[in-house]
């Protein structure tokens, strides 16, 4: 196979209109197990497989995917795609041969494994379903206040190959696992729903090391705790965020509005603020892909680069964007191997992995001391953000109100809203705690890839709050 994609690799030196080309061959095995209300709702085992190939066509991208990995539907599969470069090519707003930059990036040669302590396909099934089943148990058992539960478990291996038209040619194996505990509990006419994950690029030995009974506990002990929680006060109040809130803000707010398609085409509030201090001066963002153990970790992007860390924040001052090579190419700058596609089927995007936001040195203590009023947010149950206008909405997963310095009522429906530009401004205290956050699958144009990230407490001297009232 590698010397079938070196040959459909040599049709580009044969055509001096195609300025680069790549494919993707992907397998990917995976397991599924939905426990729902103690039925199962879903067991599952998969195989997938497939190949993705993109050619640059003078001005013009051409993308065609198959699912059938065979020699001739290799050749073809790139054909088709050179095809659709080329029909793309003789558009009126494709004249301009140049304007689609690639930046350089030398060719890597590479065979990773990554090898797990437990590999998760050496694991029965019948050892998972009872996993997931002592998970339902411990949760249910926790209170008779928890009415429903969901359990759902992933986990898969992908191998994964890589070549283009510089020279790069990259074999890699990785195992991932991953599970959600979704808990919700009624009191009278009152609904709250209490959510926890856990995963990673890695084995299943990650989910026997948090202890996945633990982890549906805590699931239920959240929407049991708010059943009895106070509406929250309305207005713009200081606001301090827990880890996996500050985490989950700065992935949306800000992460989002540095992915550079968005700078590029105008839909970013970002755009043309490099260099600019937009932030507190403690404040310090970066995408960090290189973690291991963690959920959004790659040794290679989907365009063969090798992952690294890159700082979107540094003290304050918005220093880099997230690039692929185009946007890179675009904006002379420097990739930073952030393009990532869901599969095979689907062509690379500008995506973050792991937001990590680095400590300060503030005490969650003294955070709270200098507070009269405030509120202390954790967690995060949805939102939206407008990476055009910078303005955000979201909902923490519980609060409390802090009075005098001290967190006294349990608030629920807690809604935040602002400016992401003014709340960056605004923090002015970033805590020396930082730990990973929430684990889970970022959205964009319709893929999902999987991120986490790793922050510490922040505090925002002011953020509009208000509640609804259910």
Request: some cysteine; aromatic content about 8%; charged content about 30%.
């Amino acid at each position: 196979m590698e010397e079938e994609i070196k040959k459909a690799m040599g049709l580009v030196s044969k055509n001096s209109a195609v300025r680069y080309a790549d494919i993707r061959m992907e397998t990917g095995y995976a397991t599924a197990i939905e426990l729902r209300d103690d039925v199962f709702r879903e067991m599952s085992y998969g195989i997938d497989q497939g190949i993705g190939v993109r050619v640059l066509y003078k001005n013009s991208w051409g993308f065609s995917s198959s699912n059938d990995i065979s020699k001739p539907m290799l050749n073809d599969t790139f054909v088709d795609a050179l095809n659709i470069g080329k029909a793309l090519s003789l558009s009126e707003s494709n004249k301009d041969e140049k304007s689609v930059k690639i930046a350089d990036a030398p060719p890597k040669s590479d065979y990773f494994v990554l090898k797990p302590k437990i590999n998760p396909a050496d694991v029965s099934i019948e050892e998972k379903k009872h996993m997931v089943k002592e998970v339902y148990k411990a949760a249910k058992k926790h209170s008779s206040r928890v009415k429903t539960l969901s359990i759902l478990y992933l986990d898969g291996c992908e191998e994964w190959t890589y070549a283009n038209s510089d020279g790069s040619y990259i074999v890699m194996e990785t195992p991932a696992v991953f599970m959600r505990v979704r808990a919700v509990a009624k009191k009278g006419s009152v609904l709250q729903e209490g959510v926890e994950s856990i995963g990673a690029v890695g084995g299943f030995e990650v989910i026997e090391e948090e202890n996945p009974e633990v982890v549906g506990v805590k699931a239920a002990d959240k929407a049991v705790r708010l059943l009895d929680a106070k509406l929250p006060p309305a207005g713009e109040i200081p606001v301090i965020m827990d880890q996996k809130l500050t985490g989950v803000f700065m992935h949306e707010a800000l992460g989002h509005s540095a992915e550079a398609d968005h700078v590029l085409y105008g839909e970013s509030i970002l755009r043309g603020k490099l260099g600019e201090e937009i932030a507190y001066e403690g404040l310090t963002v970066a995408d960090d892909p290189t973690i291991e153990n963690s959920h959004g970790y790659y040794r290679y992007d989907d365009e063969g680069a090798r992952s690294r860390r890159t700082e979107i924040i540094k003290s304050g001052v918005l220093v880099s964007y997230l690039h692929t090579r185009e946007t890179a190419g675009r904006l002379n700058a420097m990739p930073t191997a952030n393009a990532r596609a869901a599969d095979y089927s689907e062509f690379p995007l500008v995506r973050m992995s792991n937001t990590v936001i680095e400590e300060g040195d503030w005490d969650f203590e003294d955070m709270r001391a200098d507070i009269r009023f405030g509120i202390y947010a954790k967690g995060m149950r949805g939102g939206q953000v407008d990476t055009v206008r910078g303005e955000f909405q979201f909902s923490a997963e519980e609060a409390f109100l802090i009075e005098n310095g001290e967190p006294s009522k349990r608030l629920k429906n807690v809604s935040l809203s602002g400016r992401t530009l003014d709340v960056l401004k605004d923090i002015d205290a970033v805590g020396n705690d930082k730990k990973r956050g929430s684990i889970g699958f970022c959205g964009k144009d319709g893929q999902e890839v999987p991120v986490s990230e790793y922050a510490p407490h922040v505090r925002v001297k002011k953020i509009l709050v208000g509640g609804a009232s259910s």
